[in-house]
Nanobody, 126 residues
């Protein structure tokens, strides 16, 4: 059974940095290397929205406009993880951050993703 476990979320101040990690278990290294991996975030009362995605090969990344230049997504096949490095955080980045995986092509659409973690809370104070 595929499991995604996020970690790294906490309370920080505006301008700080955070590194979110998502470890994938229950799949072979070969299967993980084929996964497109993404991060989404959600605030209370709102839908889950796209943040960043990395292709299965790791050669392409895409970001929502509001995080471009501040967030970086990376994929690490050796330990079956995906990292979201978040710099210069603002209160608008406050959300529950989810990691997601799919064997399909990269997409901003959450319905494309087959596997999800439980989320990690990021809170940015002003």
């Amino acid at each position: 059974q595929v499991q995604l476990v996020e970690s790294g979320g906490r309370l920080v101040q505006a301008g700080d940095s955070l590194r979110l990690s998502c470890v994938v278990s229950g799949v072979s290294r070969g299967t993980f290397s084929s996964y497109t991996m993404a991060w989404f975030r959600q605030t209370p009362g709102n839908e889950r929205v796209f943040v960043a995605v990395i292709t299965w090969s790791g050669d392409k990344t895409f970001y929502t406009e509001s995080v471009k230049g501040r967030f970086t997504i990376s994929k690490h096949n050796a330990n079956q993880s995906v990292i979201l490095q978040m710099n210069n955080l603002t209160p608008e980045d406050t959300a529950l951050y989810y990691c997601a995986a799919t064997l399909r092509r990269s997409s901003w659409d959450p319905t494309v993703y087959d596997h999800w973690g439980q989320g990690t809370q990021v809170t940015v104070s002003s």
